[in-house]
T-cell receptor, first 114, second 112 residues
Framework: KAGVTQTPRYLIKTRGQQVTLSCSPI?????VSWYQQTPGQGLQFLFE???????NKGNFPGRFSGRQFSNSRSEMNVSTLELGDSALYLC?????????????FGPGTRLTVL | QKEVEQNSGPLSVPEGAIASLNCTYS??????FFWYRQYSGKSPELIMF????GDKEDGRFTAQLNKASQYVSLLIRDSQPSDSATYLC????????????FGKGTKLSVIP
């Protein structure tokens, strides 16, 4: 069974631009969570999607948004990029909500903001 | 603000020794605790989870939980160079919340 895939793997943007990242969960998995990882702050929860609805949101500004499609694929969008948005963005999928013991991470998208 | 604290390390142990990784959490409502291993340049991989006070063993790994002290630990027996990685501790927010709060990780180096 294929793992969680994320595209693109690397991205370079400039301040003020916007970016869209994509996550395809493991086949059959319906819950997708997004995380931001930086050396200074570590791994921080962004949001969780299940059945095309955002169920949980972390403490991030409104510039960070996302959505989930009927096939469980998810996208996250960051508008008006800032230098501090440079990070590794990880998504994780599980079959159902709360199944963190079978939650798998994708390889991540490395975003660099210049 | 809910926090999970870990010693950033690096923690160096000789091959074959026991590595002990520690974590404290601030939210008394947390019910579930997770240990992830992250190799450099890779994504986190779940290696252990624990819900009840006491010890849970899986191969060379033992997770320990003490809810009264708000303390979680991971012991790695017979440490191998391949165990060299950053270990992330995570806790949920309890009360049916599925959000995980992660510590910043402890970097472990196993010296051959």
């Amino acid at each position: 069974k294929a793992g969680v895939t994320q595209t693109p793997r690397y991205l370079i943007k400039t301040r003020g631009q916007q970016v869209t990242l994509s996550c395809s969960p493991i086949s059959g998995h319906r819950s997708v969570s997004w995380y931001q990882q930086t050396p200074g702050q570590g791994l921080q929860f962004l949001f969780e999607y299940f059945s095309e609805t955002q169920r949980n949101k972390g403490n991030f500004p409104g510039r960070f948004s996302g959505r989930q499609f009927s096939n469980s694929r998810s996208e996250m969008n960051v508008s008006t990029l800032e230098l501090g948005d440079s990070a590794l963005y990880l998504c994780a999928s599980s079959y159902d909500r709360g199944q963190r013991d079978t939650q798998y991470f994708g390889p991540g998208t490395r975003l660099t903001v210049l | 603000q809910k926090e999970v604290e870990q010693n950033s390390g690096p923690l160096s142990v000789p091959e074959g020794a026991i590595a002990s990784l520690n974590c404290t959490y601030s939210d008394r409502g947390s019910q579930s605790f997770f240990w992830y291993r992250q190799y450099s340049g890779k994504s986190p991989e779940l290696i252990m989870f624990i819900y009840s006070n006491g010890d849970k063993e899986d191969g060379r790994f033992t997770a320990q939980l003490n809810k009264a002290s708000q303390y979680v630990s991971l012991l790695i027996r017979d440490s191998q160079p391949s165990d060299s990685a950053t270990y992330l501790c995570a806790a949920d927010s309890g009360a049916g919340s599925y959000q995980l709060t992660f510590g910043k990780g402890t970097k472990l180096s196993v010296i051959p």
